[in-house]
């Protein structure tokens, strides 16, 4: 009796070992909720003022900005003798990794940097705090128009401390070698076309020698689009809501969508991939206009000093307008107590004059608050004056996804390119596409509330 | 019914040495010898492999925002929200397209690479050397390598020009990009193939040649009844080994095309990556990562059946 009771249940080695693992599985998922409580252990500590807080910031790996953002932690250090301030950086590529693995094991930041296209997916995911309005009073008029982008479900979540535009670089001595005058760069749509093909060189298999307009799609031209074309034909990005796509709710869109496909199709003056991608096509030379942002006055001094170049204003059409965007500074769900007025009194030195000055000389980006940049010093300057004159006419677009919007326009200029799709219905499909995806990330947004 | 008597004991086996060693015998402190090595990897298995996988299971059933602390679990709806994307489709067949072009071309290259440097006696080391450097070198280095090579005024368009046979599109063109990946793949992989060959072909005993030499078999027969059963070992375990490889093909194609033109090339993993990190869905991504996951295990078992069984019948 006993020995058949004793063999009658016997799991299987392969039974054994999954008891086993939902076993170990039931003891990790257990595991992981106490990790809310890490963040309210700062208001414990309250009322001691003899130790200092410790806040931490974070940001990725951009040489000049971690140097500077030390040397900045040391002049608050100076000012807030009882915080103390540690940044962390990590690379570019990792970075959004990093919080996504880190932050929900509790080992966040106080204050984060963050791209403003990322900021929905961060306020969505309830990941951040709307910043306190009565520490930061008035920003609606003290920074320029796009700092909007910021503002979600009616408050501000992030503040950026420099910005960046387009704008149009050309390369003074093909200009010359053309017969263009190099001082005086296009400044209209018709003239950037012209002047496009007149510096366009071919060799004697029709293949690109030089591009007359550097044209990649997947790097600053669907931003471009955007903000700069779609607005200076007469057209809007969204509406005040941003729910509704409105490119094609004027002739504008199609009108722009037409113009910077037509470069590449039509006029033929530049195509994706020359020498890699835009940037380096103009930076070494093989390419006469490129448009992109301020940034890269920077990454062109170190790795092509010699290059003779000028900026320029984006060209204009019906009006004015090019893009913005920024790196904004925000405030962790998580910090409260002691360790949220600590963490408010850094950004709030982060956006100060002082700092947006330093910003521009040392990182080379523009001032986001009107008063620091319309300075004569700045408007003035013939490299970064071009991109600061822009700055009021400048829009920043909301982002549901950035790669998923960027993916669309590129896969819509391609339909056109590889599969001699007509630019119309590329572009029809392409506003359907992107409505789609707006349309369900509000959805999932209005069920949450 | 039997009744047990006493048993005598017999006296302990005591070692010459250690003899008062917490009363173990040496075969007591073989085994604890044994069974602790083995378990120390055991446990570093099964935390680092094995509960992460267990774990993106329960994180697929959720709607896992990557921040949120509200993952609430919404059962199979991120499987279905996956097989309805027409994108996930594209990276399953494009994946499968990785699959039936790559390992066959993998395996074909490799093991020809392999037969003739069997036949080259001078300057064996270099040409085995030679072919496996690619295997060690970084695969970004690589992918970068090979888009510049292959930009449209790239090296390889302006021999094709040269050559009259007018510039290619390569990496921009949605029907060519995946196989140009594919070859850059098959290419950096061969030297790790060949070398599994070479060791293969060095166990096939010599007498079997020279008696189907004697027999006066050809040099294709021999190869056909002799080269290629002997062979289905080290054939097996190299199908099994490639595809793998390429359905988790993922850094090539990132660092290449990043999946484009027109999605042409992207693959299961970059899809998983571009979910999880671009998008922060985990619930997604992890859906998407055990449905790949169900497909190797799959894919893997079958071929250990049809394959293997081939094997233990020859």
Known sequence: MTKSGYFSFRPSKTLQFLIAGLLLLSITACSTKPSEESGSAGVTASGDQTEPITIEYWQYEFPAKVELINALIQEFETEHPNIKVKQTNFPYDQYNQKVATLVPAGKGPDVINLYYGWLPKYVQSGYLQPLPESSFPGIAEAFFPFVDTAKLNGSYYALPTGVRTLGLFYNKDLFTKAGLDPDKPPTTWEELVSDAKALTE???????????????????????????????????????????????????????????VDFATMHKVGINGFYTDDANAFKTGHAAINVDGSYRLGSIKKDAPDLNFAVAPLPGYKGKSTQASFWANAIPANVTGEKLEAATAFLQFLISKGVQEQWVEKVGELPAQKEVALQDKYVNDPLLGPFISQLNDANAHFFIDETQERTLFVNAVDEVMLNHVPEEQAFNDLVTKTQKLYDDYWAKQDKKK | MRTTGVIPSRPKRRLWFGSGIGRLNYRHKQRLFIYGGLLIPLIYFVVIRILPILYSFNVSFREWGMLSTDKPFVGFDNYATLLSDPLFLKSLVNTGIYVVVGVPAQLIAGLIVALLLQQVVKLRGLFRTAYFIPYVTSVVAVSWIFRWLLMKNGIVNALFIELGLGPQSFLYSPTQAIFWIIAVMVWQNIGFQMLIFLAGLQNIPKLYYEAAAIDGATGWQRFVHITIPLLNPVMLLSVVMASIGFLQSFTQVLNMTGGGPLDSTISVVLHIYNLAFKSFDMGLASAATVILFVIIFMLTLVQLKVLGSRFQQE
């Open chain 1, 202 to 260: 071919t060799d004697k298999n029709g293949q690109l020698v030089t591009e007359g307009f550097a044209w990649e799609p997947g790097s600053q031209l669907h931003h471009w689009f955007r903000d700069g074309l779609l607005y200076q034909a007469g057209g809007k990005d969204t509406s005040e809501d941003r729910r509704k796509i409105l490119w094609k709710d004027t002739p504008a869109g199609l009108e722009a969508f037409k113009y910077l």
